[in-house]
């Protein structure tokens, strides 16, 4: 399946399908060696540095997440994201909510149920809470709430995160 | 009841579907506010008629389901089941059926006598969307009323249905969301199992228990257990959890929430067309410059300080006003009554009291329409999101933030500004680290020492780091608080970003008339009362021996020949000051400075700035006019040259012993007005003994600490 570089499990290969991103996160990539078309193979990855390390014809390179983020690969294994680690414009649809007590009470009454599909529209100036689009109205919780919220990822979000004075959405 | 002429209604629904304008249109000013018992929710009830029927509303917290974890889904869901009023109306947000309609369908569950109100329905006239009513009454199983309190549509449609469900002339449509067969099952054997028991099916009905007890409902879970059936119940419901599990990698509740999801998006699927969107919607638009990561902050903070200068600048004009006023009263006061007792009990007790309660009703009021504009436009909510990463680094709530930022004006109104959090340890948090946001009141005493020990460039640092120690003092007690009475109870932050709309201006008056009625009624009568008690110990005891020998002194120099009348008339002024500051010494407030003196002195304090401490607990502006006082100097402000001078010249008073003043004064107990509304609105005792005990004990160890180590570097 179509999946976020950064999502997949270390010693798997992948095939690189699409950069998001303007022309000059595209060229930079490429310089790496990273194009449209290449099977790479991801030796480690660093969740608490951030950054992943990736082999290809040989020669092994670190990346860092929010670079990498930017590729999408085609991959083996069932990705299964949470979604304080989608990105702006995501569609995704929840598959599983693992959260307990109060928190539960209040997400499954909100709509946030198996099945139902989120537009991913913000984070907050500071990185947290999140905001996203349900059943017509706008949600926001904390990553710490998102976290335990399992959703497949539909459509990903082509929007570049640096976008300057665009209304941004 | 039916039979009567009096109708019982209940308004539910979810937050920001217009409910509150529904009411006001239903009851116009007919209407009251209080509280709902044991906790700190409001209630509004009003009333109107129709047709020769008198029909009581009660407007019930807004509330997205019926599950009880807030105080307000606890509060609308004990009166709809207990209470079971005659008709309920179910106000819903048109443009937002999917999750209204939850609500709805629980409301079907409890068997009201529902009528929907299809409310804001001009807004889905403006987004051409078009619903098929009728066919979503079928579908749902309620009567559906589309109305807008923005042209007035279906106002009397409801009034009329109200009175026909009531006498019948119409039924509630029986209709009840059916789930799929393998949920219909267990159903059916938990109500089999619970209709054994008589007890519980002549108050509840047994289907509703069924489903709430397989939704995990605490409440429900507490009812049925005190029955023997609990035992055949909880087997019931362990095997299903078993089955779902395995089967469906799921559980009861999950099943039924997402069954009654899907059918309320199959409902509206066949009832609702929606025009193609577009263009981007007003608040897509709005919200793209009001909370986008580049300006989302400054503009945050931008509202903040707007809000904190209408409240506290604008409110300057009323205020001045109602002092010149009272002080104009005192007058009268001074020349109708005879010096004495009575006089001194009326202008400085009574006069000055209310004065004093009514001094804090300008800034109230501004305060509270602000907010409630801020609330009503929807921009309170983005507020939250925007600030809560911080405030959740020290276990707070966005929510806190402004009940916070109010108390650098004064804690009275920020202390009324925490309802916004629902959460009780939220609440009760924030209430207990308000105090250290330095309050407009004590700013005089940082003139008055910060400008009297330090020169102009330095004094300007001074204050603001003793601002910054109050913030920080604030943030690290949260942090303390949390963890040691609350750990692990935070509100979860899941919560709507409503569209942007334009509030009622009537209604924000109301809402602002009503929080200044209960702050009259409640807080006022009592702080009343404290600035009686307050002038009393102030006053008394007297010393005769004092009033005489003053008394004789005042008279030789009326007598004295040789002095000019205006050099005589300054000279009984200072006599009078004199004698006022000795008598204070020998008042109540007096010997307990002196009391306190060994708890001061560590601190460097002497028995004067114990007594101006002591004094402050009145309220903190007195603590300058007291300094002035008892240093003989009559009439003194923090700009006083004279009591900078007299300061200075003390020998024992130095840059720590000032700096230490300062802490103290920041950290100690608020005054008497702002602890009243304190224990008010946290409801225990327990949290207020607390409070004291927690302020006295902070402002001592940092004064403490501030002397030490400032006497040692300076």
């Not at chain 1, 690969?73 to 979604?83: D, G, R």
């Not at chain 1, 947290?128 to 990553?143: A, H, K, T, Y």
């Not at chain 2, 920080?472 to 569209?499: H, Q, Y």
């Not at chain 2, 300058?624 to 024992?652: F, P, Q, W």
């Amino acid at each position: 399946m179509l999946s976020r570089l950064t999502y997949c499990s270390a010693k798997t290969e992948v095939e690189i399908k699409e950069i998001l991103g303007g022309n000059g996160v595209s060229e930079n990539l490429n310089n790496l060696g990273l194009q449209i078309g290449r099977k790479v193979q991801i030796v480690k990855t660093d969740h608490t540095q951030g950054k992943l390390t990736l082999s290809l014809t040989g020669n092994e390179i670190s990346l860092g997440n929010e670079l990498a983020s930017k590729i999408l690969v085609e991959t083996n294994e069932i990705i299964e994201t949470s979604l304080n680690m989608t990105k702006v414009g995501d569609v995704v649809e929840v598959t599983k909510i693992l959260a307990i007590g109060d928190i539960r009470f209040r997400l499954l009454d909100m709509g946030l149920v198996r099945g139902v599909k989120l537009n991913i529209l913000r984070f907050a100036p500071l990185g947290d809470p999140l905001e996203v689009l349900i059943n017509g109205f706008n949600l926001s919780m904390r990553m710490s709430e998102a976290k335990n919220i399992k959703v497949k990822i539909l459509e990903f979000g082509k929007i570049e995160k640096n976008r300057k004075w665009k209304f941004g959405w | 009841m039916p039979g009567s002429n009096e109708i019982l209604v209940a308004l539910a629904g979810n937050p920001n579907s217009g409910k509150t304008s529904l009411f006001n249109k239903l009851v116009g000013a007919n209407q009251k506010v209080g509280n709902w018992s044991g906790v700190t929710v409001e209630k509004y009830e009003g009333s109107t008629n129709h047709r020769g029927f008198n029909i009581k509303v009660i407007d019930l917290p807004g509330t997205y389901s019926l599950t009880t974890y807030s105080p307000e889904e606890i509060v609308a869901r004990k009166f709809l089941v207990e209470i079971q009023p005659d008709v309920v109306i179910n106000v819903v947000d048109s443009s937002n059926l999917e999750r209204n309609l939850f609500l709805t369908t629980q409301l079907i569950d409890i068997q009201a006598n529902l009528i929907v109100a299809l409310n804001m329905y001009d807004e889905v006239e403006d987004h051409k969307t078009k619903i098929d009513v009728d066919q979503l009454e079928k579908l749902i199983g309620a009567h559906m009323i589309p109305t807008s309190t923005v042209n007035g549509l279906g106002i009397s449609s409801i009034l009329a249905h109200i009175v026909d469900l009531f006498t019948g002339a119409i039924s509630v449509r029986k209709n009840k969301l059916v789930f799929s067969d393998k949920i219909e099952t267990i159903i059916e054997n938990l109500v089999s199992v619970l209709e054994t028991e008589k007890e519980i099916t002549s108050q509840y009905f047994s289907r509703w228990l069924a489903i709430k007890l397989l939704v995990n409902d605490k409440d429900v879970y507490n009812i049925v257990r005190k029955y023997p059936v609990w035992i055949k119940v909880n087997s019931i419901l362990s095997k299903a959890i078993q089955q779902s599990k395995t089967e469906f990698d799921s559980d009861p509740e999950m099943m039924i929430k997402e069954e009654r999801h899907s059918f309320i998006r199959g409902a509206i699927k066949e009832t609702v067309k929606y025009a193609p969107r577009v263009k981007k919607s007003t608040t897509e638009i709005i919200d793209g410059i009001l909370i986008n990561r580049i300006t989302g902050l400054p503009i945050f903070a931008f509202f903040m300080w707007a809000i904190f200068q209408i409240t506290f600048t604008l409110g300057e004009y009323p205020m001045l006003w109602l002092e010149s006023y009272f002080s104009w009263l005192g007058n009268i006061a001074v020349q109708f009554i005879p010096e004495g007792v009575v006089q001194s009990i009326v202008v400085d007790g009574i006069i000055a009291g209310v004065g004093g309660v009514l001094g804090f009703l300008p800034n109230i009021m501004i305060l509270f329409i602000s907010l409630a504009f801020l609330e009503g436009t929807g921009y309170m909510a983005r507020a939250a999101f925007v600030v809560d990463k911080i405030m959740h680094k020290v276990g707070l709530h966005g929510k806190s933030f402004i009940p916070m930022i109010t108390g650098f004006g004064c804690s009275v109104p920020a202390f009324m500004a925490t309802r916004t959090l629902k959460n009780e340890s939220d609440r009760i948090t924030t209430l207990m680290i308000i105090p250290f946001m330095s309050c407009g009141a004590k700013f005089p005493v940082y003139v008055l020492i910060a400008g009297t020990f330090f020169d102009r460039s330095d004094a300007g640092n001074v204050l603001f780091g003793i601002y910054l120690l109050g913030v920080a003092i604030a943030l690290l007690s949260a942090k303390l608080l949390k963890t040691a009475f609350f750990k692990g109870e935070s509100e979860p932050f899941v919560m709507e970003l409503p569209p942007y709309r334009m509030p009622s201006v009537k209604i924000l008056f109301f809402q602002m008339w009503f929080k200044a009625q209960m702050y009259l009624r409640k807080a006022g009568t009592i702080i009343l009362f404290a600035s009686i008690l307050i002038w009393f110990v102030s006053n008394y005891p007297k010393s005769i021996q004092i009033t005489e020998e003053y008394s004789n002194k005042i008279s030789t120099v009326e007598l004295a020949e040789d002095f000019s009348s205006d050099s005589k008339e300054e000279l009984i002024g200072n006599l009078r000051t004199e004698e006022a500051s000795k008598q204070l010494e020998v008042s109540a407030v007096g010997v307990i400075g002196k009391l306190i003196e060994p708890l001061v002195q560590p601190l460097g304090f002497d028995w004067r700035l114990g007594i101006s401490l002591v004094s402050g607990i009145a309220a903190k502006e007195i603590v300058v006019s007291t300094m002035g006082t008892l240093y003989s100097l009559g009439d003194s402000d923090e700009n006083s040259t004279a009591l900078r001078e007299k300061l200075l010249a003390i020998g024992s008073y130095n840059i720590p012993v000032a700096l230490s003043f300062m802490v103290f004064v920041l950290l100690y107990i608020p005054c008497f007005a702002a602890s009243i509304v304190f224990h008010r609105e946290a409801g225990k005792i327990k949290w207020t003994f607390l409070y004291i005990f927690y302020t006295m004990t902070v402002a001592w160890i940092m004064s403490f600490a501030t002397y030490n180590i400032a006497s040692l570097f300076l």
